[in-house]
């Protein structure tokens, strides 16, 4: 008798448990249905539209007519999508590590004793909270080759100024340059939160055992900071692999260097947009769809030999 009314008394507690349980589950999902139906709506479903839109073919009045994998035959022997594909990772692969090491050098100056460094924070800062339309034009108006900033001032050494964005070979590489300015201030607050969760009491130990900044930098500060940098690595990548709103402002549809410094999404717009093939348009979309997941995927992979989280 007393093992059967230990045995009910331990089903009521585990039928008790149970109860909380689903009470706890009921309002875990309640808090996070906002965000789940958000995501549905604004990424998930507009991810299958386009995936879907891809396999077909949009007419002159806007219907859809299913192709199948024509727009995908189509888009491996397009040239123009090739150089944009080129024109993406270049753009990618020159600011993302040169954004991040420069934002992780300011970082570290900063979060050292700097006077006044609360208003270096907010100057660096400034071009997150400025408007990219905005940025886009003042630069251009920098980089003018008949009354810019640049040319001017390279003139009173004698110095002919380039044609910043009209020269094939310069106008990537300018928009490069506005790209990493207008990004540094991000990247810069995230490592300095990251550096700022660091104890100081390493730094103090390091000293006491005699390592210099550069030894105390690569033994402490960079395994530390590392989870932080993954981070801004990632994002970063993904933000330069959708770069459009700096081409779009800066080069006009007349420039001769469009064709070399257009990129995988400012050809999606053109298509969809501009040409009103919405079909071929998303093709486009999902190839950048996939190069960002395999870019994703490999860094996953590597962070295992980089990233410290202990």
Do not use: C
């Amino acid at each position: 008798m007393i093992k059967q009314k230990n045995t009910s008394k331990s089903l009521h507690k585990k039928v008790k448990t149970s109860k909380k349980d689903l009470h706890d589950y009921y309002w875990a999902y309640l808090m996070i249905a906002p965000t789940i139906i958000g995501l549905i709506i604004l990424n998930i479903w507009p991810l299958i539209q386009t995936i879907y839109l891809s396999f077909n073919k949009t007419s002159d009045f806007g219907l859809n007519q299913w192709v199948g994998l024509d727009n995908y035959k189509q888009m491996f022997s397009d040239p123009a999508v090739w150089q944009a594909t080129l024109n993406t990772l270049k753009y990618t692969v020159i600011s993302v590590p040169i954004g991040v090491i420069l934002s992780l050098g300011i970082a570290v100056l900063l979060n050292s004793k700097v006077k006044g460094k609360t208003i270096y924070r907010t100057i660096y800062f400034l071009p997150m909270v400025s408007a990219p339309a905005a940025i886009a034009m003042v630069w251009r108006w920098l980089y003018s080759s008949d009354f810019g900033l640049f040319n001017y001032l390279l003139s009173f050494v004698g110095v002919k100024g380039p044609d910043w964005l009209t020269n094939p070979k310069l106008a990537l590489l300018s928009i490069i340059v506005v790209g990493i300015w207008s990004y540094l201030g991000y990247n810069m607050i995230i490592l300095l939160a990251g550096l700022q969760e660091i104890p100081k009491s390493f730094y103090e130990a390091a000293k006491i055992d005699g390592a210099g900044p550069i030894r105390q930098f690569f033994a402490i500060t960079f395994p530390l900071i590392s989870p932080t940098m993954f981070f801004v690595v990632i994002t970063s990548m993904i933000t330069g692999l959708q770069v459009f709103d700096l081409i779009f402002m800066m080069i006009s549809k007349s420039n001769a260097v469009m064709e070399s410094t257009q990129s995988l999404v400012y050809l999606f717009y053109n298509y969809s947009f501009v040409m009103n093939d919405k079909g071929y348009g998303s093709t486009i979309v999902v190839l950048l769809l996939a190069i960002i997941l395999v870019i994703t995927v490999i860094q996953l992979k590597l962070q295992k030999k980089w990233v410290h989280y202990e």
